[in-house]
């Protein structure tokens, strides 16, 4: 049973930082690519950012990028999203989401598990 639990969420003032963890409960953690995604109220899940297996390989939203910088702890089982300069448009709830493929997706239909999300209040 695979388990992702996000934690960190919170509110913040715009221009603020906050730092999203996802805890995985995964055998064999690197063999996932792990991805963050977002969804603000009436509108569809979008794609944050991606890393790879190892996590050399970092894809971002353009929305985000020189941000927001995800990383991850393969001996922690844990992927994390370091978010700065946040925006009120930035106002979600925050997903983590795992996928087998080696470097990772933007599409959340190709992400095999998800977490049950974090909310994120940026105030202006």
């Known amino acids: 049973q695979v388990q992702l639990v996000e934690s960190g969420g919170g509110l913040v003032q715009a221009g603020g930082s906050l730092r999203l963890s996802c805890a995985a409960s995964?055998?064999?953690?690197?063999?996932?690519?792990m991805g963050w995604f977002r969804q603000a109220p009436g509108k569809e899940r979008e794609f944050v950012a991606r890393i790879s297996r190892s996590g050399v390989s970092t894809y971002y939203a353009d929305s985000v990028k020189g941000r927001f910088t995800i990383s991850r702890d393969n001996a922690k089982n844990t992927v994390y999203l370091q978010m700065n300069s946040l925006k009120p448009e930035d106002t979600a709830v925050y997903y983590c989401?795992?996928?087998?493929?080696?470097?990772?997706?933007?599409?959340?239909?190709?992400?095999?598990?998800w977490g049950q999300g974090t909310q994120v209040t940026v105030s202006s």
């Open positions: 995964i055998r064999t953690f690197s063999n996932y690519a």
């Open positions: 989401a795992a996928d087998l493929s080696i470097f990772g997706a933007r599409l959340p239909n190709e992400y095999e598990y």
